[in-house]
């Protein structure tokens, strides 16, 4: 009898009551004709492959990681919390050795939103992957996280969430920013001084198909995370690098996928994107699950899949190379990197704007980053919309020296209320939360 190598435990939830619109790519269906498949495959009936239903994340959940104006409670709509509690439920079954490995394959997504939170973004409100993580670390102490992001489209909320964090390395390979949204994650964009150089990006040419991406995984994410041996590794498993994928321009492959899976050994696989709900998720999703568990993946394949319509072309190739060449080179000289650039600092200043582009809100946020020898340093955000609302919000990290937390709860409470509608404090050294 067929059995799973791996026990896999997998979460879905398809989100039947949220919808940007009904024809909207981000909707229902995309889980439905995956779950569709999955029982025409018998995949629930092989012994070593559970199913699980989501928990519902927290108020606290949602503020260890979010500044959410005005509150929590105004701003994520009840689906985003359970399809944030499905990724919490998938790591707490691989945490509690219920399962090897656990795939939450759930909706809304979430890699699109920042740490601040005025709206919908990119389709996200909240950052599921951090939502759970920070749930991990509450519960389980603080682990070493790696989060490699697949998505087609750059994982700039995950990257804003974690610039300035040492404990959480974040790779993203994506197409290129200067030809899709969100238009950022080049290899330029390092981190910040706390973390310089575990913030990575490989951004990738239109039309990188199969051979591209795993020459990334080979050359450039497997030796990382060798060398950075985290505790976990979480894959941000977005499917939209599908060559069906209509709002993008990639020719990865089901078989792409499953090897990809193989190869980087996830413990967690959260969905992001993907919106070829009959050419391709059936199938990644499929291919995907048959990987972490260990299992024969070489018949799946999509019915159009054309292996000579989507060889990489050579030029390709050689420049995604030079790309691998450039980032594996910044990784190795991330400290004398810098140390040449916050040698003399005290302070790092990032100006940001941000666009909401489904609630249609601009936002300007300042961002200063405390350069301390003792710890990462103080984050300080003060951020405004078109709308009139401002905000001042303030990290404390979990690493924090006295000096660093004495100095964010001084700016919190001496906070001019007259110039801001909110402020907000995360004490992450003491898992406290504060907002007035």
Request: glycine share 8%; proline share 5%.
């Amino acid at each position: 009898m067929l059995k799973a190598k791996n026990k896999l435990g997998l979460v879905f939830f398809p989100a039947f009551d949220w919808a940007i619109s009904p024809t909207h790519p981000e909707r229902e269906e995309r889980l439905l004709y995956t779950m569709d498949q999955l029982q025409e495959e018998g995949i629930f009936d092989i012994p070593g492959i559970e199913v699980f239903n989501p928990s519902i994340a927290t108020e606290e959940d949602i503020s260890r990681v979010h500044f959410c104006y005005p509150d929590v409670k105004a701003r994520v709509p009840q689906s985003h919390l359970i399809s944030a509690g499905g990724a919490i439920r998938a790591a707490e079954a691989v945490l509690n050795k219920e399962v090897d490995k656990s795939f939450a394959i759930v909706r809304p997504p979430g890699h699109h939103a920042h740490k601040v939170v005025y709206g919908d973004k990119g389709f996200c409100i909240i950052n599921i992957e951090a939502v759970m993580i920070e749930n991990i670390r509450a519960r389980y102490g603080n682990k070493r996280v790696a989060i490699i992001d697949t998505d087609c489209h750059h994982g700039d909320g995950t990257q804003d969430i974690y610039w300035n964090d040492k404990d959480t390395l974040f790779i993203s390979f994506h197409q290129d920013g200067r030809t899709l949204y969100p238009g950022t994650g080049s290899i330029e964009e390092l981190g910040g001084p706390g973390a310089f150089g575990y913030n990575i990006n490989i951004p990738l040419p239109p039309k990188t198909g199969e051979e591209g991406f795993l020459y990334v995984l080979d050359n450039v994410v497997l030796p990382i995370l060798e060398e950075y041996k985290p505790d976990l590794i979480i894959n941000s498993a977005g499917q939209d690098n599908h060559f069906t994928d209509p709002i993008t321009n990639m020719n990865f492959t089901a078989q792409g996928y499953a090897k990809l899976n193989e190869k980087l050994n996830p413990d967690i696989a959260v969905l992001e994107g993907g919106y070829s709900i009959e050419g391709a998720l059936p199938y990644v999703n499929l291919g995907i699950i048959l990987a972490m568990s260990g299992l024969d993946y070489s018949g799946v394949q999509e019915p159009d899949y054309d292996p000579v319509k989507l060889k990489q072309p050579q030029e390709l190739t050689e420049y995604i190379k030079k790309t691998c060449d450039a980032v594996y080179s910044n990784w190795q000289r991330r400290e004398e990197i810098a140390h040449h650039l916050f040698k003399d600092k005290k302070v790092v200043k990032r100006e940001k704007k941000i666009y909401y582009d489904t609630s249609s809100i601009l936002e300007h946020q300042t961002e200063r980053i405390t350069v301390c020898h003792s710890c990462s340093g103080l984050i300080v955000h003060e951020s405004g919309t078109d709308y009139g609302q401002r905000l001042l919000a303030i990290t404390i990290p979990r690493d924090a020296c006295n000096s660093c937390l004495e100095q964010g709860y001084k700016l919190y409470n001496e906070a001019n209320m007259k110039s801001f509608s909110r402020a907000y404090l995360q004490d992450k050294a003491n898992d406290k939360h504060y907002a007035k």
